[in-house]
């Protein structure tokens, strides 16, 4: 787990990193943030057996927002 602020918080809410920080700041991410997160996101893809599926959240394009689709929440 990676600590915020309560304020920082409540915005993030559900969403993974690349979905809070956006496409424009996406380069920004905090790099013990990204670990933890490709970590998991790795570790679930393997368990479900989409590591080599492109496109996961079909939304037409392979980027990194294909990501946390792993987790059963679409884009927003």
């Not at 304020?7 to 905090?30: Q, T, V």
């Not at 933890?36 to 394009?61: C, I, P, Q, R």
């Amino acid at each position: 787990m990676v600590q915020s602020c309560p304020d920082c918080n409540l915005a993030k809410r559900d969403k993974d990193p690349f979905e809070w920080y956006g496409e424009r700041k996406k380069y920004e991410i905090p790099r013990e943030v990204l670990g933890k997160f490709l970590k998991l996101v790795y570790e679930a893809h393997e368990k479900v057996g989409t590591l080599d599926s492109l496109d996961v959240n079909m939304d037409g394009k392979l980027d990194v927002f294909d990501l946390g689709s792993v987790f059963g929440k679409s884009r927003k």
